[in-house]
């Protein structure tokens, strides 16, 4: 959940104090939120006031499933690769390969293949 709050927010081009002012709360909650790992959980509540500052569904924020918007013109996967990580290490490779440049992935794949056998 911390990926797509962080996702939406930024897309809508709110920094975490614009976040915190529209859902009420501390930026540091957002913060939170938004953290990977021993970071908090927002509310039913707070989860709604997410959604409504960011144009994004309750249902997509809250769960990763459906359309992250209702228009029907954003194509956002219904789950994200990242949903999937079996630990906190994979998900900071997965973290670290997405900021490479589509030749440095496919090098670092053909590396971790190497490796894995």
Avoid: Y
Avoid at 55 to 61: A, C, I, K, M, Q
Avoid at 84 to 94: C, G, H, I, Q, Y
């Amino acid at each position: 959940m911390h990926v797509r709050i962080r996702q939406c927010r930024r897309l809508v081009g709110l920094s975490q104090s614009g976040l915190a002012t529209a859902t009420g709360v501390r930026r540091s909650a957002v913060a939170q939120w938004e953290k990977p790992s021993q970071g908090t959980s927002p509310s039913i509540g707070h989860l709604v006031d997410i959604a409504l500052a960011a144009g994004v569904s309750f249902e997509w924020l809250a769960t990763g499933r459906g359309p992250m918007r209702l228009d029907g013109l954003d194509l956002t996967p219904t789950a994200l690769t990242q949903d999937f990580a079996m630990d906190e290490l994979e998900s900071r490779v997965l973290s670290s390969i997405r900021r490479l440049t589509r030749r440095n992935r496919e090098i670092a794949c053909r590396i971790i293949e190497i490796m894995a056998t």
